[in-house]
């Protein structure tokens, strides 16, 4: 039997360290393997087309004309500029879409400098296409008999959901929206919150010159408007521009 010897100079090592390599069994693979880290995509935002936001400026309003009737039918009010607009439209009998886009000029300069152009000049649209269709919508839609709960739940429902449209194209009906969307870009803050935080709060004002039940069924359609926004409109939600 011819044994090689090692070259000169090699050490061997010693003999446990062979009994301890063969006797080690090869690592057997995993079963349930740990699935491989993929990093998350996220979509681009695809900026809308000027078409788009022209469909949805005039689909958000004409969602919030509709609720806006069924608020004045029932003698409701609402929060923000356009409860502001209810209550002197209450008060001095001047028609509503008068009243709202005057009230909502102040704001403009705080759209202008915090949000940009693109979006005060969609606002200011917006703001004037609900002044005009708020003062014509009695030839075109009225009411014969309206309960109070039904059109302060259903309007707030349909006014939320257009202002949803609106603020999800960059746009708003100006006062509290302008204000709600500029913290939710600054702070992460929910619009949604805000705006009801604040619409109640102006709700509650009418108390001075609207009978406390009116004002209770105007704060539950606050909140089923606002509830629209704080469930849908959220910073990372949307991502169209």
Same mark, same amino acid.
């Given at each position: 039997?011819?044994?090689?010897?090692?070259?000169?100079?090699?050490?061997?090592?010693?003999?446990?360290?062979?009994h301890r390599a063969m006797s080690s069994s090869p690592a057997t693979p995993n079963p349930h393997p740990a699935p491989l880290a993929v990093p998350a995509l996220t979509p681009a935002s695809t900026p809308h087309t000027l078409v788009e936001d022209g469909v949805a400026i005039f689909t958000g309003v004409l969602l919030i004309s509709v609720g806006?009737?069924?608020?004045?039918?029932?003698?409701?009010?609402?929060?923000?500029?356009?409860?502001?607009?209810?209550?002197?439209?209450?008060?001095?009998?001047?028609?509503?879409?008068?009243?709202?886009?005057?009230?909502?000029?102040?704001?403009?300069?705080?759209?202008?400098?915090?949000?940009?152009?693109?979006?005060?000049?969609?606002?200011?649209? %917006?703001?004037?296409?609900?002044?005009?269709?708020?003062?014509?919508?009695?030839?075109?839609? /009225?009411?014969?008999?309206?309960?109070?709960?039904?059109?302060?739940? %259903?309007?707030?429902? #349909?006014?939320?959901?257009?202002?949803?449209?609106?603020?999800?194209?960059?746009?708003?009906?100006?006062?509290?929206?302008?204000?709600?969307?500029?913290?939710?870009?600054?702070?992460?803050?929910?619009?949604?919150? #805000? /705006?009801?935080?604040?619409?109640?709060?102006?709700?509650?004002?009418?108390?001075?010159?609207?009978?406390?039940?009116?004002?209770?069924?105007?704060?539950?359609?606050? #909140?089923?408007?606002?509830?629209?926004?704080?469930?849908?409109?959220?910073?990372?939600?949307?991502?169209?521009?």
């Open positions: 039997m011819v044994q090689f010897a090692p070259p000169v100079g090699t050490v061997c090592p010693p003999l446990h360290v062979f806006v009737a069924f608020f004045t039918s029932a003698g409701l009010l609402t929060g923000g500029t356009a409860g502001l607009a209810f209550l002197l439209h209450y008060a001095t009998g001047i028609g509503f879409g008068k009243l709202f886009f005057v009230v909502n000029l102040p704001f403009y300069w705080l759209a202008l400098r915090k949000l940009g152009r693109p979006f005060t000049l969609k606002t200011f649209i %917006a703001v004037l296409l609900l002044s005009l269709l708020t003062e014509l919508q009695s030839r075109f839609l /009225q009411f014969s008999q309206l309960q109070p709960l039904y059109a302060a739940i %259903a309007g707030g429902l #349909i006014t939320g959901t257009g202002f949803l449209v609106l603020f999800r194209h960059r746009c708003s009906l100006g006062g509290v929206g302008i204000a709600a969307l500029y913290l939710q870009d600054r702070y992460g803050w929910r619009a949604g919150k #805000i /705006q009801m935080a604040v619409d109640c709060c102006i709700v509650l004002l009418a108390l001075w010159t609207v009978e406390p039940l009116r004002v209770a069924w105007s704060i539950a359609g606050a #909140i089923a408007l606002n509830l629209v926004l704080a469930m849908n409109h959220r910073p990372g939600r949307y991502m169209g521009t």
